[in-house]
C-alpha cells in the first residue's frame, strides 16, 4: 500500500489524523468490551443463582401438586378454570449501545383463581410453589436472553477492536513511516544539490 501513495505533507498528514482516530477507536472499543465483560459477568452470577432457585421451587410444587392430587384427586378441572397469564411484558434498556431486554410482569399476588368449597390447603401450596416458579422464570428469562446478547456483542467488540489493533493501526503507522522518510530522503537530497549549487556559485565567483 505505501508505494501507492504518494510522499506529501498532505497525505502525512491524513495518515497521522487516521492513525490517531484507530488507536482512539480502539481504546473506546476497549473499554466498552470491558464494561460489558463485567455486565456479562454479573448477569451470568444471576442466571446461576436463579437457576437453582427454580430448580428447587419447581421440586417443591411438583411434589406440592402430587399431595394434592393424592388428597383431592386429579385436579386437572381445577386447572382448566384458571386464566392464562397475560401479564407478561417486553421492554430493553440500554448498556453501551447494547440493547439488554427487560422482562416485567404485574404482580398481583399469589391470589389464587379458584373457589374453596372443593380444595385443600395442599392445592393452595402447590399454586403458591408455581406462583413463585413463575416469577422466577420471568427474572432467568430476562437475565439468560441478556447474557446472550452481551457475549454477542462482546465478540463483535473484539472482532472490530482487533482489526483495527493488528490492521489498521500497522498500516496507518507503515503509511506514516513511509511518507516520513521519503520526505527526509527528499529533504536531504535538496539539501545536498544547495550545497552543490552553493559551492559552484562560490566557485565560480572566485574565478572571476
Not at 510522499?7 to 482516530?21: R, V, Y
Not at 385436579?75 to 453501551?96: C, K, N, Q, T, W
Not at 447474557?147 to 500497522?170: D, G, S
Request: glycine share 4%.
Amino acid at each position: 500500500m505505501n508505494q501507492q501513495v504518494f510522499p506529501t505533507k498532505g497525505n502525512l498528514m491524513a495518515a497521522k489524523k487516521s492513525l490517531d482516530l484507530s488507536h482512539l477507536g480502539y481504546d473506546l472499543l476497549d473499554r466498552k468490551r470491558n464494561i460489558l465483560v463485567r455486565e456479562l459477568m454479573l448477569k451470568v452470577d444471576d442466571a446461576k443463582r436463579l437457576k437453582a432457585q427454580i430448580a428447587d421451587t419447581f421440586e417443591r410444587a411438583y411434589k406440592a401438586l402430587e399431595q394434592a392430587n393424592i388428597t383431592l384427586g386429579i385436579i386437572e378441572g381445577v386447572a382448566r378454570g384458571v386464566p392464562v397469564d397475560d401479564s407478561i411484558e417486553l421492554g430493553s434498556h440500554s448498556v453501551m449501545g447494547v440493547d439488554i431486554p427487560t422482562v416485567t410482569i404485574d404482580e398481583k399476588g399469589a391470589k389464587p383463581d379458584y373457589g374453596f368449597s372443593q380444595t385443600n390447603s395442599m392445592l393452595d401450596y402447590a399454586y403458591q410453589c408455581f406462583h413463585e416458579a413463575k416469577l422466577i422464570t420471568v427474572q432467568l428469562a430476562e437475565v439468560e436472553n441478556s447474557v446472550y446478547r452481551l457475549a454477542f456483542a462482546i465478540q463483535k467488540t473484539q472482532k472490530r477492536a482487533n482489526a483495527l489493533k493488528n490492521i489498521m493501526i500497522p498500516q496507518f503507522t507503515s503509511t506514516a513511516k513511509f511518507i516520513t522518510e521519503a520526505l527526509e530522503e527528499k529533504e536531504r537530497e535538496e539539501f545536498s544539490r544547495m550545497k552543490v549549487i552553493k559551492k559552484q556559485k562560490e566557485s565560480k565567483e572566485a574565478q572571476e
